[in-house]
């Protein structure tokens, strides 16, 4: 019979964000889902972080949610932002809607609030268990078999039917794959890095600044954001060149991180009571774009989220594309595994659009940083919203990837055509003027 059933024994190898979220769906197989997490249960140890404190979560990641009943109970953690608010270099605000529609928002998550409630859903049932503090050591990928190692250095093996690697950017289980061959991958980083700062409440204890929406301070080759937490303090993020001008590694003191932000971000210094603290204890972090192919072995192994497809974080969508591959690959575990070409499907079908989107994503820092401040960028966007609003079909690209499950690769090829029908439209126009121009200037010559 096709489909997960309920003697099948599935590993889930990293509870985070996507390998969590699987196990609530293949819950319902009634199979023995046992997921392993390198991490200590974070209702013990406290959430460790390492990435980002909150997240972006938009229509894909809410659609996964939705699927199996947990938006209404997830959703009221998240505060909704619809637009973009910039500040320049002078201190001056502008606010950029993120679409014609202004009940439609992306929602700022907290990321151990939501990697939670995501763990406690999936342990309602009684065929899922969670293991804390084991780190996938070894993958046999053809029993499939996963070596663990505890704490205390203990190790032990769990054999199952099928194993799936959802332990994020530097996963154990892809390294399996990349030593058994005919694997391809490539792994980029950025010159950049990033850094996490806060601007607490204010005095008063509510938010310092516009809570509904996406802050961004462009420079110009680098920048910080802002996204609002529920309790009432923004979570900023730095990104700057990791060396050289404006670089982490030019800001080695206090004066020098000062002197910056004076000469940058002159409008954050007040809201951040705690920036010279929060700069000299916070880790500088990474950003890297992992590509790989194929995403499995036979019908035994499959890799998901990070581990699969680790995208610079200017979309937002990282999680959201990861919550994607959870719809598609527990669609196929149900209706076509364990027949051999199952995750080949899911494989096949998620990898165009994984590259589509870290694309996107590394076009997205480069408007982010350098063209969200023009008035160009403002134009361009108020054209796209006039288009959206008047011409049927039309559909802006942000519009698209945040706020509808259209597949990022066809997204992607939609936007190229409107863009070629929207260069032609102006081109005929601007011939039409030209020839009416001349016209009145025959008219004008001829009267004279
Ligand atoms: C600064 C920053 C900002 C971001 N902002 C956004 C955003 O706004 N919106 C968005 O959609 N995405 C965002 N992302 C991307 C998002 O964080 C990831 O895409 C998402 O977390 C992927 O989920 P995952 O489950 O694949 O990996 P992870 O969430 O990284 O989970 C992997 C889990 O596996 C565990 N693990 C690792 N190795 C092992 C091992 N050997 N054994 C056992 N367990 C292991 C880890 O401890 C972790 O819990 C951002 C990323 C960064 C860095």
């Known amino acids: 019979m096709a489909g997960l059933q309920a003697e099948h024994r599935v590993t889930i190898v990293g509870a985070g964000l996507g390998g969590a979220l699987l196990s609530n769906y293949l819950a319902c197989s009634g199979a023995t889902i046992g997921v392993y997490e390198r991490r200590p249960d974070p209702r013990q140890a406290g959430f460790i972080g390492g990435r980002s404190i909150n997240l972006a979560i938009s229509a894909?990641?809410?659609?996964?949610l939705r699927r199996i009943g947990l938006e209404d109970e997830i959703m009221p953690l998240a505060l909704p932002m619809a637009g973009r608010m910039i500040h320049a270099p002078d201190g001056d605000l502008s606010y950029q809607p993120y679409d014609k529609d202004p009940a439609r928002c992306i929602n700022s998550i907290s990321r151990g609030g939501l990697?939670?409630?995501?763990?406690?859903?999936?342990?309602?049932?009684?065929?899922?268990?969670?293991?804390?503090?084991?780190?996938?050591?070894?993958?046999?990928?053809?029993?499939?078999?996963?070596?663990?190692?505890?704490?205390?250095g203990g190790r032990s093996e769990v054999v199952s039917d099928l194993v799936i690697g959802a332990d994020g950017a530097f996963s154990a289980v892809r390294d399996a794959l990349r030593v058994?061959?005919?694997?391809?991958?490539?792994?980029?980083y950025l010159p950049h890095g990033y850094k996490e700062l806060r601007i607490p409440p204010g005095r008063d204890g509510g938010f310092q600044m516009e809570p509904r929406a996406l802050h961004i301070w462009p420079r110009g080759g680098?920048?910080?954001?802002?996204?609002?937490?529920?309790?009432?303090?923004?979570?900023?993020?730095?990104?700057?060149?990791?060396v050289g001008p404006n670089g982490f590694d030019q800001l080695t003191g206090d004066e020098a991180v000062l002197a910056f932000f004076e000469r940058t971000f002159r409008d954050a210094i007040p809201l951040m009571p705690?920036?010279?603290?929060?700069?000299?204890?916070?880790?500088?972090?990474?950003?890297?774009?992992?590509?790989?192919n194929p995403w499995h072995v036979?019908?035994?192994?499959?890799?998901?989220?990070?581990?699969?497809?680790?995208?610079?974080?200017?979309?937002g969508q990282g999680m959201n594309a990861a919550f994607e591959d959870?719809?598609?690959?527990s669609s196929v575990l149900q209706e076509l595994w364990p027949g051999a070409s199952a995750l080949r499907v899911y494989s096949r079908s998620r990898k165009r659009n994984?590259?589509?989107?870290?694309?996107?994503?590394l076009r997205n820092f480069v408007e982010m940083r350098d063209h969200t401040g023009s008035a160009l960028f403002r134009w361009q966007k108020w054209g796209e919203r006039m288009l959206h609003k008047f011409v049927p079909g039309y559909l802006p690209l942000y519009t698209m990837v945040s706020f509808t499950t259209i597949p990022y690769a066809d997204a992607v090829a939609r936007e190229r055509r409107q863009n070629r029908w929207v260069a032609g439209v102006l081109g005929v126009a601007g011939v039409i003027v030209l020839v009416l121009l001349v016209l009145l200037l025959y008219r004008l010559l001829s009267a004279a």
């Open 326 to 329: 959870v719809v598609a690959l």
């Open 298 to 315: 036979g019908n035994r192994v499959a890799l998901l989220g990070d581990a699969s497809h680790a995208v610079v974080p200017f979309y």
């Open 60 to 64: 894909r990641g809410i659609d996964g």
């Open 180 to 188: 058994h061959g005919r694997f391809d991958y490539s792994q980029d």
């Open 354 to 361: 994984a590259d589509a989107i870290a694309d996107l994503a």
């Open 222 to 242: 680098y920048m910080m954001i802002a996204l609002p937490n529920p309790d009432f303090s923004f979570t900023c993020t730095l990104f700057l060149p990791l």
């Open 274 to 292: 705690d920036l010279l603290e929060d700069f000299r204890d916070n880790p500088t972090g990474n950003l890297v774009t992992i590509r790989c």
């Open 115 to 152: 990697n939670q409630a995501l763990v406690e859903a999936a342990e309602r049932n009684a065929n899922v268990r969670f293991h804390f503090a084991r780190r996938c050591e070894r993958v046999d990928l053809d029993r499939p078999a996963v070596t663990f190692e505890d704490e205390s």
